[in-house]
């Protein structure tokens, strides 16, 4: 299992990006994925998460209306969306799989929003 996460960098209040996670080594369409983000100094936290078939999704109240997660299943790869973005949304991104009682993430992507 591989995931690797893209798309980090530095940006102003208010801008955008788009984070894109490819996934390997197992069948991508059958999973649930989820964001996750560690700001320095705290606790890892669910920021999204997107069914299998991309029919459902979930925010973190402290993104709602602000980030969207979608999906490719033909490209296996998981996208988060983020516009309008905050100071308080900088930290390390990660993208997460739970295969059975295993949980996989990728290396991670840095998001700094900042001035």
């Known amino acids: 299992v591989q995931l690797v996460e893209s798309g980090g960098g530095l940006v102003q209040p208010g801008g955008s990006l788009r984070l894109s996670c490819a996934a390997s080594g197992f069948t991508f369409s059958s999973y649930v994925m989820n964001w996750y983000r560690q700001a320095a100094g705290k606790k890892r936290e669910l920021v999204a998460g997107?069914?299998?078939?991309?029919?459902?999704?979930y925010y973190a109240d402290s993104v709602k209306g602000r980030f969207t997660i979608s999906r490719d299943n033909d490209k296996n790869t998981v996208y988060l969306q983020m516009n309008s973005l905050k100071p308080e949304d900088t930290a390390v991104y990660y993208c997460?799989?739970?295969?059975?009682?295993?949980?996989?993430w990728g290396q991670g992507t840095q998001v700094t929003v900042s001035s």
């Open positions: 997107i069914s299998s078939y991309g029919d459902a999704t």
């Open positions: 997460k799989v739970r295969l059975g009682w295993s949980d996989y």
